[in-house]
């Protein structure tokens, strides 16, 4: 009976050193290869201003509509904001990386007059400049299956600030532990019982990255137990740093419509409108706080529970001294603001083309998942008029609707596409009359 029982024994121990050796390298294939697909982005032309170019005040209102910036009637000026005195702007633009190199982020002084621009200046220096030019307007992205959608960021462009919040709210003994947590397990462990159902969870952040990227979401022994072995075989292999990194980079922070937002880079971007490293403490606080939760504490949706929250991540950086009265004060009695954006995929017809033109030099998966930038000739502005023109006048050509029409608008100097209308309701993704119809 005994050799039975020592050989069960063995076999169990057997089993379990393959398994965990299987779990490892599953571990270490996934953080030494590529972690994540990254989508293809398309862009607009960017729009460039220089003295002397004809820029009406209309054009201008519509790009910075497009682009989603912001008019304000305060004195200071974020990237991303502007301020009108009738024929005259002073706007903050937003850095941005193109092909060429990067642009900066700066403040701008821009006047218009008989529809050209007169003045053109650096606002805080009072220089004349050559040429601004403005971060594009992102058109849409040709998505992996799954529809994440990230803005990878490194761990020193991420705030002192966001990462002091992340730790203290969401795990604050993760400097401390091997991945898991005895005592917030125990902790949580007696608030459920004392409760009657679950109030805390104990995990870590390294078991939340675990989960996210490993697991799958059901609940049970087996799956927690996993969890716990995966969490420290990571933690055995890779620095504090690293999975925070990683962390930042993957977790869910809300959906907009078909694309998962994933990372605190793109989330930045898509609820602010500017980059992760210009955040204020409540913004901050605000995202911090969707972790839990990313839609029960939708902030465009549950703006008030959204609110509650961000109240809740600032008050507990204000009990470990991490701000001060006054900052609680100011950032807690804050409104939630959150950027206004403009449809995405709202021109159909000109994305087909984009992606007819990539399909014959580039490999699909490649589009999918390699993170290429897209920059193409498309020109907001025009697209606009030419959709309001087709708006206008189909109803004053036939009264019914089945009368339908199509637009492609060609620079002449060097036949660029610039805009593209498909249909009559020009945000119609059906068929595409500008490029299929046949005569």
């Known amino acids: 009976g005994h050799r039975l029982y020592l050989k069960a024994f063995l076999l169990i121990l057997v089993a379990s050193f393959f398994y965990l050796a299987y779990l490892d390298v599953k571990i270490i294939s996934t953080f030494e290869g590529r972690i994540w697909q990254l989508p293809a982005r398309v862009y607009a032309r960017p729009l460039e201003i220089y003295q002397g170019k004809k820029l009406t005040v209309d054009q201008l209102l519509v790009e910075l509509k497009i682009l989603n910036y912001s008019r304000v009637t305060d004195s200071g000026l974020s990237p991303g904001q502007y301020r009108r005195y009738s024929n005259r702007f002073d706007i903050a633009t937003r850095g941005f990386s193109f092909w060429d190199g990067k642009e900066i982020s700066q403040s701008i002084r821009l006047e218009i007059s008989n529809n050209k621009v007169v003045t053109l200046m650096n606002l805080s220096e009072g220089s004349s400049l050559a040429l601004v030019r403005f971060d594009p307007a992102y058109l849409a992205g040709i998505f992996p299956a799954h529809g994440e959608d990230r803005e990878l960021v490194r761990l020193e462009e991420v705030p002192d600030k966001l990462l002091e919040m992340l730790v203290m709210v969401e795990d604050h003994r993760f400097y401390d532990h091997p991945g898991v947590d005895i005592r917030s397990i125990a902790r949580a462990f007696l608030a459920n019982i004392k409760a009657g159902h679950t109030v805390q969870g104990g995990s870590t952040i390294t078991q939340q990255l675990v989960k996210n990227l490993f697991l799958t979401p059901k609940q049970n022994l087996w799956r927690k137990a996993n969890e716990a072995l995966m969490a420290m075989l990571l933690e055995m292999h890779y620095s504090k740093q690293k999975i925070l990194e990683t962390y930042i980079n993957e977790i869910y922070l809300g959906q907009d419509q078909e694309r998962a937002i994933h990372g605190f880079g793109l989330a930045s971007l898509y609820y602010f409108a500017k980059p992760l490293h210009q955040l204020t403490l ?158």
């Open 282 to 439: 409540d913004e901050m606080a605000l995202l911090v706080g969707m972790v839990k939760g990313a839609s029960y504490y939708n902030p465009v949706r549950q703006p008030k529970r959204a609110k509650q929250r961000r109240d809740i991540v600032l008050s507990t950086m204000h009990k470990n001294a991490l701000i001060s009265d006054k900052q609680l004060n100011k950032f807690t009695s804050s409104e939630i603001k959150i950027a206004k954006r403009s449809k995405r995929e709202r021109y159909p017809a000109y994305l087909d083309l984009v992606k007819r033109q990539l399909n014959t030099s580039y490999d699909s998966d490649d589009l999918k998942s390699e993170g290429l930038r897209i920059f193409t000739t498309f020109d907001p502005y025009i697209q606009h008029k030419t959709e309001n023109a087709i708006v206008k006048l189909m109803p004053r050509l036939a009264k019914d609707d089945k009368l339908q029409t199509a637009a492609i608008v060609v620079s002449p100097n060097n036949g660029e596409v610039l805009a593209v209308v498909g249909d009559r309701q020009p945000a119609f993704a059906g068929f595409n009359r500008a490029l299929d119809i046949r005569r």
